[in-house]
């Protein structure tokens, strides 16, 4: 993988069977640990107007535009793959293994992705949801967590 130099900030990202977990090592939530959440599809029935079926997670990962971020990817059991395809990223995850890749999104947006590996049978259920917000709206999201 490309060695990912000087990055503002970091994601650490976990695949497992059938969700993802996110963790920002570089912010301490109100308990003194990093903040940390797990995004789940939202079922079709909890669905609102406008959200999009088999892509809406319960926990979108949160990122400041204009901002290089690193993402360090691995998986918990099986193999996975965490793949934007809007972002222009697909990365590999591995149990035992980290990989790496980063990102500058210039642009304010929601931008939607899935697992792309064959890793179960609720494979086609592991979507992910990156949105990118101005600097103030990331920070106020940071001081919520």
Not at 94 to 112: A, D, H, K, M, V
Request: glycine fraction near 6%; charge should be negative.
């Amino acid at each position: 993988m490309d060695e990912v130099t000087d990055p503002s900030m970091s994601v650490l990202v976990e695949g497992h069977q059938w969700y993802w977990n996110y963790q920002y090592p570089d912010f301490l939530n109100s308990e003194d640990e990093f903040i940390e959440f797990d995004s789940y599809l939202i079922p079709e029935s909890d669905l609102e107007k406008g959200e999009l079926r088999l892509l809406e997670v319960d926990n979108r990962i949160i990122l400041p535009e204009l901002t290089h971020v690193r993402f360090v990817v691995h998986s918990g059991d099986v193999i996975h793959s965490f793949a934007c395809p809007s972002l222009g990223v697909k990365c590999d995850a591995y149990p035992g293994r980290l990989n790496q890749f980063s990102i500058l999104i210039n642009r304010e947006g929601t931008f939607y992705g899935q697992c792309s590996e064959i890793c179960g049978i609720l494979h086609s259920y592991m979507p992910i949801v990156i949105e990118a917000v101005p600097l103030e709206k990331y920070l106020s999201w940071l001081q919520e967590q």
